[in-house]
């Protein structure tokens, strides 16, 4: 199964198995939010958006995978603590960095990420993980938006996830 397929089937089950989005709202962030992290993924576009007065007690984060025109996974919903399946953490390389962003529904993780490397240049995308095995990896089309690191993790009040991220 390609990777592409994965993370679709993966964003189904979650779907699924969760409050469905309605599926007129765009993958995009609303005028009314913050846009934390975007990239094109082929037809399918990753977004975390941010609502106003996101800060260490108040507002809120949101995962979002679809058609620019429609959601297909929007997670967490809103009846769901963010903080409690929200975390974030950095990449350190020798000539490089990067920095990721995890939502976590039962065995579904879902990260994404931006870092550069001496050597490897920009990467950027989404990972899928299942029981902490990769289900899927997803590069960016295009080069991103983000906002993901330490400023935003510190500004919401985003624990850090002891096991952290690997990239693909």
């Given at each position: 199964?390609?990777?592409?397929?994965?993370?679709?089937?993966?964003?189904?089950?979650?779907?699924?198995?969760?409050?469905?989005?309605?599926?007129?709202?765009?993958?995009?962030?609303?005028?009314?939010?913050?846009?934390?992290?975007?990239?094109?993924?082929?037809?399918?576009?990753?977004?975390?958006?941010?609502?106003?007065?996101l800060g260490p007690q108040g507002g809120r984060l949101?995962?979002?995978?679809?058609?620019?025109?429609?959601?297909?996974?929007?997670?967490?919903?809103?009846?769901?603590?963010?903080?409690?399946?929200?975390?974030?953490?950095?990449?350190?390389?020798?000539?490089?960095?990067?920095?990721?962003?995890?939502?976590?529904?039962?065995?579904?993780?879902?990260?994404?990420?931006?870092?550069?490397g001496q050597g490897w240049g920009d990467k950027a995308?989404?990972?899928?993980?299942?029981?902490?095995?990769?289900?899927?990896?997803?590069?960016?089309?295009?080069?991103?938006?983000?906002d993901i690191g330490p400023e935003l993790f510190q500004?919401?009040?985003?624990?850090?996830?002891?096991?952290?991220?690997?990239?693909?």
């Amino acid at each position: 199964m390609s990777p592409r397929a994965l993370i679709s089937l993966a964003a189904t089950l979650v779907a699924l198995t969760g409050p469905a989005a309605l599926a007129t709202t765009p993958t995009t962030c609303t005028p009314d939010e913050q846009v934390v992290f975007q990239c094109d993924i082929g037809t399918r576009r990753v977004a975390v958006c941010a609502s106003r007065g996101l800060g260490p007690q108040g507002g809120r984060l949101q995962y979002r995978y679809g058609r620019p025109a429609a959601v297909e996974l929007a997670y967490p919903p809103a009846d769901t603590p963010w903080r409690d399946v929200t975390r974030g953490g950095t990449l350190m390389f020798s000539g490089g960095g990067g920095a990721w962003l995890a939502f976590t529904r039962g065995e579904h993780r879902y990260v994404v990420y931006t870092a550069i490397g001496q050597g490897w240049g920009d990467k950027a995308g989404v990972v899928v993980e299942r029981g902490g095995r990769r289900l899927a990896a997803l590069a960016c089309t295009r080069p991103p938006v983000s906002d993901i690191g330490p400023e935003l993790f510190q500004r919401a009040g985003i624990a850090a996830q002891e096991d952290g991220f690997e990239l693909p």
